[in-house]
């Protein structure tokens, strides 16, 4: 007579595995830019009557076949649709300025675009992260990134990498090398952000130039931010 418990006899299950499959479905394999002002809606918990729009900067296709928009917001590129923050923005859908059309999933015409991109552009994925794709930054995004001496720079972004397993770093300027006139995405100049700075948080162009000309009421909800963040 077998007396083994049920207990003994359930299956246990690697988690681990299980999250690494999920990030894996999730992992973005190919990039498109945004160049007609799509943009991003989203919400805040203060003003929960209002609606704000933010430019989508580019459309990513993941490997389960799902395209989603991305925006930088806070330390990275982020899906647009992930945003669920009732302080800091809940996403609510896309929307062209133009016709003022409003929509709950990306347009069709990106999918299309980046299915057969990423159809011709087929890549075997190596061991270590390569890069698979260069992106220009179209926004006049910039990066306040902590320096090694404690110290925080305003820094543009002059494009994005994509790599092999899906990450999707801010490319910046290390000004001790020479650089030609105009930087891009492939220049030997630029580093990617995370792999330099402990801490960044991406801006838009007009919040950047705010904060450059060090407007009151921009560093004081910067500094809220930070310590939320932290």
Same mark, same amino acid.
Request: hydrophobic share 30%; net charge positive; proline share 8%.
């Given at each position: 007579m077998n007396t083994m418990s049920t207990y003994h006899r359930m299956q246990v299950i690697d988690l681990e595995s299980v999250r690494q499959? /999920?990030? $894996? $479905?999730h992992r973005i394999v190919r990039l498109a830019p945004e160049l007609d002002g799509l943009e991003m809606l989203y919400q805040l918990a203060s003003d929960a009557q209002s609606l704000y729009g933010m430019p989508v900067l580019a459309w990513g296709l993941q490997e389960d076949g =799902?395209?989603?928009?991305?925006? &930088?917001?806070?330390? /990275?590129?982020?899906?647009? =649709?992930t945003l669920e923050d009732p302080d800091q923005g809940c996403f609510v859908?896309?929307?062209? %300025?133009? #016709?003022?059309l409003?929509?709950? #999933? &990306? %347009?069709? =015409? $990106?999918?299309?675009?980046l299915e057969h991109a990423a159809a011709y552009f087929e890549y075997e994925h190596e061991d270590e992260p390569c890069v698979l794709q260069h992106l220009p930054d179209t926004q006049?995004? +910039?990066?306040?990134? +902590?320096?090694?001496?404690d110290s925080w720079q305003l820094k543009q972004v002059h494009g994005w990498h994509l790599y092999s397993d899906g990450n999707i770093e801010a490319l910046l300027q290390d000004e001790d090398q020479d650089c030609e006139e105009p930087i891009l995405p492939g220049d030997d100049c630029l580093y990617p952000g995370h792999a330099r700075h402990e801490s960044l948080y991406l801006f838009q162009r007009q919040i950047a130039n705010r904060i450059r000309s060090q407007d009151p009421a921009t560093l004081e909800a910067l500094s809220v931010m930070m310590v939320t963040q932290d």
């Open positions: 499959q /999920r990030r $894996k $479905k =799902h395209v989603v928009g991305l925006v &930088p917001w806070l330390d /990275r590129l982020t899906r647009c =649709h859908g896309y929307r062209d %300025p133009e #016709s003022e409003v929509m709950d #999933s &990306p %347009p069709l =015409h $990106k999918v299309v675009e006049g995004t +910039h990066a306040l990134c +902590h320096a090694h001496d």
